[in-house]
């Protein structure tokens, strides 16, 4: 498998649930796609095995048969991925979004397990246009879909401005909605999820694992997490370890002992 994602940016999905690929798809290609779009064609039925879903002589397609997106998805849900849905995201022109921050998943608490999204945006998106928003680092909150709908300026928060061709990839638990579309164009914004079929590890580039970078990575604060942050920091070493296969991986002073060492092991190890 070709294009698979660094581990630099591996483990920037993991601290910040997404990654942004700007001139991933050809101008021609993404023309066809908006074409295509307009007829959303119907669910598939969940679980159906992503390569059967689209046929090889459609856009959308012909799109994620593309090696550098085919290596993104590989990178992070592995081979044989499963469709969940899809849907191509409008909002028409001159419409205006009030609160909706949401979780799509409502009941995932599969540990370790992460489902993602792709949104592909076939089209320039400037920032009058919205784009999708997203709250960085806000997948390891589980709320229930639209309870936090009332959140609308949390510290660090980033959208979608971006030029046509450009692949957002999000961990499904980010925090996230549509925005206004104040032009004279409708917007379209197409999504699809897919869900891993075995162990999300290792499918990623791991040939810089021991770059004095990732622990800088690990560590980023998008502006929200305040006092929160070292637990932040725990669950994102916990998903690294994971991801990465590095059961004992820790940063800093051992940073994960005070949650791992129990006396009574340690006593029983004495003997
Ligand atoms: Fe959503």
Aim: glycine share 8%; net charge negative.
């Amino acid at each position: 498998m070709e294009h698979l994602i660094s581990s630099q940016d591996m483990a920037r999905f993991v601290a910040s649930g997404f990654l942004r690929y700007d001139h991933m798809v050809p101008e021609d290609l993404c023309h066809a796609c908006r074409e295509e779009m307009t007829s959303f064609g119907g669910y598939r039925p969940v679980g159906t095995p992503f390569e059967e879903t689209w046929p090889k002589d459609g856009a959308l397609g012909e799109l994620f048969r593309l090696p550098k997106v085919a290596g993104l998805i590989h990178s992070l849900v592995g081979p044989d991925p499963l469709y969940d849905h899809h849907a191509a995201h409008l909002v028409k022109a001159r419409t205006m979004r009030g609160p909706n921050t949401h979780q799509d998943s409502v009941i995932d608490f599969r540990k370790n397990y992460f489902d993602i999204q792709l949104s592909f945006f076939p089209v320039d998106t400037p920032d009058e246009m919205g784009g999708t928003f997203i709250v960085p680092g806000s997948h390891f909150r589980n709320v229930r879909t639209g309870e936090i709908n009332a959140y609308q300026h949390v510290l660090g928060k980033t959208w979608a401005t971006c030029p046509a061709g450009t692949f957002y990839v999000w961990n499904t638990r980010l925090w996230h909605g549509a925005r206004s579309n104040h032009t004279d164009q409708d917007r379209y914004m197409f999504k699809l999820r897919l869900n891993p079929t075995q162990p999300q590890v290792g499918h990623f580039d791991m040939s810089a694992l021991d770059d004095p970078e990732i622990p800088r990575i690990l560590n980023t604060r998008h502006g929200w997490e305040g006092n929160e942050m070292r637990y932040e920091l725990m669950k994102r070493v916990e998903l690294w370890r994971y991801v990465s296969a590095q059961p004992d991986y820790d940063i800093g002073e051992r940073f994960m002992r005070r949650r791992e060492y129990q006396p009574q092991l340690a006593d029983d190890q004495r003997g």
